[in-house]
């Protein structure tokens, strides 16, 4: 099982610098995947968790894709409705292609009311437009509208992976219709052990295969073990880390994706700190895997 991490591309403190920076140690600490959020307009709720600027994930990672060679990189996650789907479908195709075939579009329905109205995007059909869009853009890339050249090319086929975010079973659902993985954010070990199980579910029941397990956990090492029944996974000491992703190898996963930024916009000042705990966590892993031959 690899190991991704999502990288800030949001606030004062995240310069040019900066971001170049993150992209390099992510690559030099062995990560496989490095991935980036979205969002188009800094309204009052994105701002109070995510400050401007935000970065273009698009433009971002196609600058970061000629900054590294190895690493992947993806949207955690590209908010579907709020862009045009033939236009996000020629987004991803061409980072895909000038990438090499490193990238990885997740993406989701979006949470931001106030960003939703801005953009004059319904809210309430943010799960239907979701669905829509994801169909049209799978579409474009094969060749299914009809007068309309294909956005991939044969050997290109099938595209980018596309792994579906979200937590519900709406979210659930979609994955295993419309993507290739499952990209489920921020949870306890004992709800992704269920939701595991209604993935199998939801694929058994439309005939599908089992999509790629692939989670963003939070990455927060404590001095002391957390007692805290309700602990998410990745918080607590660096061996309930390495048990959360152990057990998570055991479900499937097979890329675990760690989000060290913890909410507080001040930790942009400090992504020493995030690289830190990234770097013990990653040789902690490679040790780990290479004793039990995981």
Same mark, same amino acid.
């Given at each position: 099982?690899?190991?991704?991490?999502n990288v800030?591309?949001?606030?004062?403190?995240t310069? &040019? !610098?900066?971001?170049?920076?993150w992209?390099?140690?992510?690559?030099?600490?062995?990560?496989?995947?490095?991935?980036?959020?979205?969002?188009? +307009?800094?309204?009052?709720?994105?701002?109070?968790? @995510?400050?401007?600027?935000?970065? !273009?994930?698009?433009?971002?990672?196609?600058?970061?894709?000629?900054?590294?060679?190895?690493?992947?990189?993806?949207?955690?996650v590209?908010?579907?409705? @709020?862009?045009q789907?033939? +236009?996000?479908?020629?987004?991803?195709?061409?980072?895909?292609?000038?990438?090499?075939?490193?990238? &990885?579009?997740?993406?989701g329905?979006?949470w931001?009311r106030?960003e939703?109205?801005?953009?004059? &995007?319904?809210?309430?059909?943010?799960?239907?437009?979701?669905d829509?869009h994801?169909?049209?853009?799978?579409?474009i890339?094969?060749?299914?509208?009809?007068?309309?050249?294909?956005?991939?090319?044969?050997?290109?086929?099938?595209?980018?992976?596309?792994?579906?975010?979200?937590?519900?079973? =709406?979210?659930?659902?979609?994955?295993?219709?419309?993507?290739?993985?499952?990209?489920?954010?921020?949870?306890?070990?004992?709800?992704?052990?269920?939701?595991?199980?209604r993935?199998? =579910?939801?694929?058994?029941?439309?005939? /599908?295969?089992?999509?790629?397990?692939?989670?963003?956990?939070? +990455?927060?090492?404590?001095?002391?073990?957390?007692?805290?029944?309700? /602990?998410?996974?990745g918080?607590?000491s660096?061996?309930?880390?390495? !048990?959360?992703?152990?057990?998570?190898r055991?479900?499937g996963s097979?890329?675990?994706?760690?989000?060290? @930024?913890?909410?507080?916009?001040?930790?942009?000042?400090?992504p020493?700190?995030?690289?830190?705990?990234?770097?013990?966590?990653?040789a902690?892993w !490679?040790?780990?895997?290479? =004793?039990?031959? =995981?």
């Amino acid at each position: 099982m690899r190991l991704g991490v999502n990288v800030p591309n949001f606030g004062p403190a995240t310069s &040019v !610098d900066v971001l170049e920076r993150w992209a390099h140690v992510a690559e030099g600490l062995g990560f496989d995947l490095l991935m980036m959020s979205d969002h188009v +307009l800094v309204t009052e709720d994105v701002a109070k968790t @995510y400050p401007g600027p935000f970065h !273009d994930p698009f433009t971002t990672l196609a600058w970061l894709a000629g900054r590294t060679s190895r690493i992947r990189l993806g949207t955690t996650v590209l908010i579907m409705p @709020y862009r045009q789907p033939a +236009l996000t479908a020629q987004m991803a195709a061409s980072l895909h292609r000038l990438s090499r075939g490193r990238f &990885v579009l997740g993406v989701g329905v979006g949470w931001a009311r106030q960003e939703f109205a801005a953009l004059d &995007v319904p809210f309430n059909r943010r799960g239907t437009l979701t669905d829509e869009h994801l169909d049209e853009m799978h579409q474009i890339w094969g060749g299914g509208v009809e007068g309309v050249m294909p956005a991939l090319a044969p050997e290109e086929l099938p595209g980018p992976p596309v792994w579906i975010g979200g937590n519900s079973d =709406a979210g659930i659902r979609r994955a295993v219709v419309s993507g290739n993985g499952w990209h489920p954010l921020g949870f306890t070990m004992d709800w992704i052990t269920d939701a595991v199980g209604r993935l199998k =579910a939801f694929a058994d029941e439309a005939g /599908r295969a089992v999509p790629t397990l692939a989670p963003r956990i939070k +990455l927060r090492l404590t001095a002391e073990p957390v007692t805290d029944p309700e /602990r998410q996974a990745g918080i607590g000491s660096l061996e309930q880390v390495l !048990d959360d992703l152990d057990r998570l190898r055991a479900l499937g996963s097979e890329v675990v994706v760690l989000d060290p @930024y913890h909410g507080d916009p001040a930790e942009l000042e400090r992504p020493e700190e995030a690289w830190r705990d990234l770097a013990v966590v990653a040789a902690a892993w !490679d040790a780990f895997s290479a =004793a039990s031959g =995981a």
